[in-house]
């Protein structure tokens, strides 16, 4: 291992994959083939000497170590490009930054990366995921040239993108015994998600107790699908693989998933970009409405 070196290509391809949700969708957000990105990620495990990812069935899941390596890539990553902005490296083509969350990514990468390269041919489209709160700050500091984050929605939320909903997910196993506090898995701050959890929990007088604090989607899912708790996320445009919801728990108000645009950003991306997103967001709306046929 004293010679291992963890290229940042094959580390953008693996974190591509955890927050898209399959190679497939990892391939396209990053204009990659889909060989390509497995390509990457057998390098990883040739490499590291670690079987990264396994296959149940037509699903293809992170083992313990892949889970690992996927935290270490988005820290490694966010190092890597944070020291190339800092030192103002500029490279031969210009390139578009994207800054997003976990939970919009696997619905903003594909169709973002399609739409920038369609509208700004000759330019590199690369990817940040972080928090909502960072996210926010990097546009607003000038950072980035795109961000797209999640709010809950108040009275004064200005709707920029779809509104979606939060719902409690846990194991499929996992059974909520009314007499002992209720075991949560929750993001570490900051973080708003983790903020409405709690609100919701104590105006309904749930006792609780926070079993796993993680500082990504990744992490906060494997807790739950291990069966240590519920958590409380977003749902842009699928539920989480292994999980179920737990309808006992008190319901979330929803949130927006938000997009800003730098300046600099030409108007015929962002109207690009806006028609893209009010037709995710029918579909968003179809998908609710199906979801409470269901249930009725």
């Keep these: 291992m004293a010679n291992t070196v963890l290229d940042i290509t094959p580390l953008r391809s693996l974190v591509a994959v955890a927050t898209c949700g399959g190679f497939h969708r990892a391939a396209t957000a990053l204009h990659l083939t889909q060989s390509a990105v497995s390509q990457?990620?057998?390098?990883?495990?040739?490499?590291?000497?670690?079987?990264?990812?396994?296959?149940?069935?037509?699903?293809?899941?992170f083992t313990a170590d892949g889970e690992t390596m996927v935290a270490e890539a988005r820290r490694i990553l966010a190092a890597h490009d944070d020291a190339v902005r800092r030192l103002n490296i500029r490279s031969a083509t210009p390139t578009l930054t994207v800054a997003t969350t976990e939970h919009g990514a696997d619905w903003s990468l594909p169709f973002l990366s399609q739409i920038l390269r369609e509208q700004r041919p000759g330019h590199a489209v690369t990817f940040r995921l972080?928090?909502?709160?960072?996210?926010?700050?990097?546009?607003?500091?000038?950072?980035?040239?795109?961000?797209?984050?999640?709010?809950?929605?108040?009275?004064?939320t200005e709707l920029l993108g779809p509104r979606?909903?939060?719902?409690?997910?846990?194991a499929p196993d996992l059974v909520v015994e009314p007499d002992k506090p209720l075991p949560l898995v929750v993001?570490?701050?900051?973080?708003?998600?983790?903020?409405?959890?709690?609100?919701?929990?104590?105006?309904?007088?749930?006792?609780?107790?926070?079993?796993?604090?993680?500082?990504?989607?990744?992490?906060?899912?494997?807790?739950?699908?291990?069966?240590?708790?519920v958590v409380l996320l977003p749902v842009v445009s699928r539920p989480p693989e292994g999980l179920r919801e737990v309808a006992s728990l008190p319901p979330s108000p929803s949130c927006a998933l938000q997009?800003?645009?730098?300046?600099?950003?030409?108007?015929?991306?962002?109207?690009?970009?806006?028609?893209?997103?009010?037709?995710?967001?029918?579909?968003?709306?179809?998908g609710d409405r199906r979801r409470a046929d269901a249930l009725a």
Excluded at 40 to 61: A, F, P, S, Y
């Design 187 to 229: 993001f570490d701050e900051p973080c708003s998600t983790r903020g409405v959890a709690l609100d919701i929990l104590r105006q309904a007088g749930i006792d609780f107790a926070i079993i796993v604090e993680s500082a990504d989607l990744a992490g906060v899912t494997a807790a739950v699908r291990a069966g240590l708790g």
């Design 164 to 170: 979606v909903a939060m719902r409690w997910f846990g």
């Design 40 to 61: 990457h990620v057998r390098r990883l495990e040739t490499v590291t000497g670690l079987k990264l990812v396994e296959r149940e069935g037509r699903i293809t899941r």
């Design 259 to 286: 997009v800003r645009f730098a300046p600099t950003v030409p108007e015929s991306v962002q109207a690009a970009t806006r028609a893209a997103l009010a037709e995710t967001t029918s579909q968003v709306e179809a």
């Design 130 to 156: 972080d928090r909502s709160r960072r996210v926010i700050a990097a546009i607003e500091n000038g950072d980035v040239d795109v961000a797209v984050y999640h709010e809950p929605v108040g009275p004064t």
